[in-house]
């Protein structure tokens, strides 16, 4: 007999069951997946912070663990912005409005945004490293007084690759907020910098005693902003980035993201540079 | 009758005892198989248990954590309907005659499951289990090294019952609130026990303390390892003779790495799966771009050991994660067992320290 498990249940290895509400193209791999659960009174009781992930279970092909990318205020639905990549990523986007797909979740610590009230920002990001990151912004945005200074850095490979190019369209008109952009390989129509990330740093003026910078992207990206930054004069403990890791149960169990002795999904996944430090692994 | 008390069993009424046992739940015992083989597995009537048995290189801890363990089973129709059944199978067991080191690392994994975050399946499981400990006096194998990792040969906490051979009869002694409810069908059967069993099982302990052939001085790698003092070239050299057939994690009691993956049955339906994992895999922590942050068969093996023995595992763990049941040392082609890579460590080192230090390391 086959029982329906629409409730939230003390099984935390059991998924919760949440539709395709839209699907939005960002790249030609990426797509964002708006869902809702199915569960409204779960719904209600579902809340995170910017920085979780959840684990999403494509039925019929396995389990993967997701960032949120949505704006955390809103609560009806929220949003999973994803790279076909992998076995459950690429059946993923074969997904249709209306099909179910399982959520477990919230996991993870979040960004420290709470902690860093009063203080300048720096965002920098590299490719779908934006996604983690695109809640943090929009709290910081709909926030905007409690924060000083706020320095965006995105860096793509090409001016198609960029993910939320409707968001950066409006960041970018933003008078409170500084943000440029660059891709690796420019084309015709565009007019901003060409070359990684790190060529953006000459453009910007923040004290680096009172800015908090947040970093998502990929390893290589990561590596040399980390040491731009430092240059710049940014302590180790004002360096937050969020790793990832090959992920299973998202509840510190299967054993498959720890780094020494840190599992990256129950610590992690946003750590700053000294905490990174403090791990032998990861060779800094 | 209650926890901590100490009691005889005669061994004519063992099996009659555990008779009493089953009617309550299964018997997990040790029994030998054809040619002469031991081996953990559910018995049909006590009369079969191997009381008599050494060591079996096949550790029960996957009556706690199974193989394969199915989670829950799924069915994707009606189209766009998603069913889900959640499975969690934990029948009543005894698991009979289980080693003192299997102890200790199911006792272990009890902590891991349970804490912070409570795993359902392992606790279902670990609930319903009473461990029936038999002491080691038989002479250890020589892989055995227990003795190093505070895991054996006998336990003074840690058990549900434990049994020690006294030639005719078993002392038996409560340990826990589990092992007095499993007492109480047969509790006619035990007598108190008197000073000359008592002073019996403590010549055996002395006795048992002295036959071991193997050590790990465990201390002095666990301090290199946990400062990240062991360079890479040690590692590499380490790694370079492992096959990665995960025998050391896969026959290890403490072990708890699992994969999960969502098999398709034959009606259309899906189970999703748990299965043992080795962090000595290649395929571990290769992520799906291909990206590898543990790329090198050297930082495998460092990884395996920096779980097993280091400080911040400690701390967490409150043991460390190695009972010195030696099997990964009987499993293991190419002596990448934990008692001969921490003295390929502790040798190994001497290369890289300064002169004056290793005067003193001998």
């Given at each position: 007999m086959w029982g329906v498990t629409d409730q939230p249940s003390e099984n935390l290895y059991m998924p919760m069951i949440a539709v395709v509400d839209e699907i939005f193209d960002e790249t030609p791999d990426t797509k964002t997946f708006r869902l809702c659960f199915e569960d409204k009174e779960y719904a209600k009781s579902f809340s995170w912070e910017p920085g979780q992930f959840v684990e999403v279970t494509i039925f019929g092909a396995g389990e993967a663990p997701i960032g949120f990318a949505s704006n955390p205020l809103e609560k009806s639905f929220f949003e999973l912005t994803v790279v076909a990549r992998g076995k459950v990523t690429q059946m993923m986007h074969e997904l249709k409005r209306g099909d179910q797909v399982g959520i477990r979740g919230p996991f993870g610590n979040c960004w420290p945004l709470e902690a860093v009230k009063g203080m300048d920002l720096l965002v920098v990001s590299g490719g779908c490293g934006l996604a983690p990151l695109r809640p943090a912004i929009l709290q910081i945005l709909a926030n905007r007084k409690d924060y000083g200074e706020f320095w965006m850095l995105y860096g793509a490979r090409t001016p198609a690759d960029r993910d939320f190019k409707y968001d950066l369209e409006e960041w970018a008109k933003r008078d409170d907020m500084h943000l440029l952009q660059t891709v690796d390989i420019g084309d015709d129509t565009w007019k901003d910098n060409v070359g990684v990330v790190t060529t953006l740093f000459d453009k910007i003026k923040i004290d680096a005693r009172n800015t908090v910078a947040l970093n998502c992207g990929p390893a290589i990206m990561i590596k040399f902003v980390t040491i731009g930054l430092l240059k710049m004069g940014f302590s180790e403990d004002r360096l937050v980035t969020s790793l990832e890791r090959y992920m299973k149960c998202g509840v510190g169990k299967c054993g498959h993201c720890c780094v020494n002795h840190v599992y990256l999904c129950t610590e992690g996944p946003v750590f700053t540079y000294q905490q990174m430090r403090a791990l032998p692994e990861l060779k800094l | 009758m209650k926890a901590s008390e100490t009691w005889v069993l005669k061994k004519t009424d063992v099996s009659k005892f555990f008779a009493g046992v089953a009617k309550e739940m299964r018997l997990v015992a040790p029994r030998y198989l054809f040619g002469g083989d031991v081996t953990f597995g559910v018995v049909e009537s006590p009369g079969e248990i191997a009381w008599d048995y050494g060591h079996v290189i096949y550790p029960p801890k996957r009556f706690l954590l199974p193989h394969y363990e199915d989670m829950f089973r799924y069915e994707c129709g009606p189209p766009r309907r998603i069913r889900l059944e959640a499975i969690n199978e934990a029948p009543p067991q005894a698991i009979l005659g289980i080693r003192s080191c299997d102890v200790s690392a199911?006792?272990?994994?009890?902590?891991?499951?349970?804490?912070?975050?409570?795993?359902?399946?392992?606790?279902?499981?670990s609930d319903s289990t009473v461990l029936f400990s038999l002491v080691c006096n038989a002479p250890p194998k020589k892989e055995c090294f227990c003795i190093c990792c505070d895991a054996g040969p006998y336990l003074n906490a840690g058990f549900d019952v434990q049994l020690t051979d006294l030639g005719d009869r078993f002392l038996y002694e409560i340990g826990s609130e589990k092992g007095t409810k499993a007492t109480e069908a047969g509790a006619s059967m035990l007598v108190k026990a008197g000073s000359d069993d008592i002073a019996e099982r403590r010549r055996i302990e002395v006795q048992a303390d002295l036959l071991f052939e193997?050590?790990?001085?465990?201390?002095?790698?666990?301090?290199?390892?946990?400062?990240?003092?062991?360079?890479?070239?040690?590692w590499e050299e380490l790694g370079s003779t492992c096959f990665r057939c995960g025998a050391c994690t896969n026959l290890c009691p403490v072990c708890t790495c699992y994969t999960v993956d969502d098999r398709a049955e034959a009606d259309g339906s899906f189970t999703r799966c748990r299965s043992w994992d080795s962090c000595q895999y290649a395929g571990f922590t290769r992520e799906a771009s291909g990206h590898n942050p543990r790329p090198t068969f050297g930082s495998r093996v460092q990884r395996r050991f920096y779980h097993k023995t280091s400080y911040p595992y400690i701390m967490r763990d409150g043991r460390h994660g190695c009972v010195g049941c030696g099997r990964c040392i009987s499993a293991c082609l190419t002596k990448l067992g934990v008692p001969d890579v921490v003295k390929r460590i502790r040798r190994g080192m001497h290369k890289y320290l300064p002169a004056q230090d290793r005067a003193a390391e001998v």
């Amino acid at each position: 007999m086959w029982g329906v498990t629409d409730q939230p249940s003390e099984n935390l290895y059991m998924p919760m069951i949440a539709v395709v509400d839209e699907i939005f193209d960002e790249t030609p791999d990426t797509k964002t997946f708006r869902l809702c659960f199915e569960d409204k009174e779960y719904a209600k009781s579902f809340s995170w912070e910017p920085g979780q992930f959840v684990e999403v279970t494509i039925f019929g092909a396995g389990e993967a663990p997701i960032g949120f990318a949505s704006n955390p205020l809103e609560k009806s639905f929220f949003e999973l912005t994803v790279v076909a990549r992998g076995k459950v990523t690429q059946m993923m986007h074969e997904l249709k409005r209306g099909d179910q797909v399982g959520i477990r979740g919230p996991f993870g610590n979040c960004w420290p945004l709470e902690a860093v009230k009063g203080m300048d920002l720096l965002v920098v990001s590299g490719g779908c490293g934006l996604a983690p990151l695109r809640p943090a912004i929009l709290q910081i945005l709909a926030n905007r007084k409690d924060y000083g200074e706020f320095w965006m850095l995105y860096g793509a490979r090409t001016p198609a690759d960029r993910d939320f190019k409707y968001d950066l369209e409006e960041w970018a008109k933003r008078d409170d907020m500084h943000l440029l952009q660059t891709v690796d390989i420019g084309d015709d129509t565009w007019k901003d910098n060409v070359g990684v990330v790190t060529t953006l740093f000459d453009k910007i003026k923040i004290d680096a005693r009172n800015t908090v910078a947040l970093n998502c992207g990929p390893a290589i990206m990561i590596k040399f902003v980390t040491i731009g930054l430092l240059k710049m004069g940014f302590s180790e403990d004002r360096l937050v980035t969020s790793l990832e890791r090959y992920m299973k149960c998202g509840v510190g169990k299967c054993g498959h993201c720890c780094v020494n002795h840190v599992y990256l999904c129950t610590e992690g996944p946003v750590f700053t540079y000294q905490q990174m430090r403090a791990l032998p692994e990861l060779k800094l | 009758m209650k926890a901590s008390e100490t009691w005889v069993l005669k061994k004519t009424d063992v099996s009659k005892f555990f008779a009493g046992v089953a009617k309550e739940m299964r018997l997990v015992a040790p029994r030998y198989l054809f040619g002469g083989d031991v081996t953990f597995g559910v018995v049909e009537s006590p009369g079969e248990i191997a009381w008599d048995y050494g060591h079996v290189i096949y550790p029960p801890k996957r009556f706690l954590l199974p193989h394969y363990e199915d989670m829950f089973r799924y069915e994707c129709g009606p189209p766009r309907r998603i069913r889900l059944e959640a499975i969690n199978e934990a029948p009543p067991q005894a698991i009979l005659g289980i080693r003192s080191c299997d102890v200790s690392a199911i006792r272990f994994q009890e902590k891991f499951f349970g804490s912070p975050i409570v795993d359902p399946y392992y606790k279902a499981r670990s609930d319903s289990t009473v461990l029936f400990s038999l002491v080691c006096n038989a002479p250890p194998k020589k892989e055995c090294f227990c003795i190093c990792c505070d895991a054996g040969p006998y336990l003074n906490a840690g058990f549900d019952v434990q049994l020690t051979d006294l030639g005719d009869r078993f002392l038996y002694e409560i340990g826990s609130e589990k092992g007095t409810k499993a007492t109480e069908a047969g509790a006619s059967m035990l007598v108190k026990a008197g000073s000359d069993d008592i002073a019996e099982r403590r010549r055996i302990e002395v006795q048992a303390d002295l036959l071991f052939e193997t050590t790990a001085y465990l201390a002095k790698a666990i301090d290199f390892i946990s400062a990240d003092e062991v360079p890479d070239e040690i590692w590499e050299e380490l790694g370079s003779t492992c096959f990665r057939c995960g025998a050391c994690t896969n026959l290890c009691p403490v072990c708890t790495c699992y994969t999960v993956d969502d098999r398709a049955e034959a009606d259309g339906s899906f189970t999703r799966c748990r299965s043992w994992d080795s962090c000595q895999y290649a395929g571990f922590t290769r992520e799906a771009s291909g990206h590898n942050p543990r790329p090198t068969f050297g930082s495998r093996v460092q990884r395996r050991f920096y779980h097993k023995t280091s400080y911040p595992y400690i701390m967490r763990d409150g043991r460390h994660g190695c009972v010195g049941c030696g099997r990964c040392i009987s499993a293991c082609l190419t002596k990448l067992g934990v008692p001969d890579v921490v003295k390929r460590i502790r040798r190994g080192m001497h290369k890289y320290l300064p002169a004056q230090d290793r005067a003193a390391e001998v």
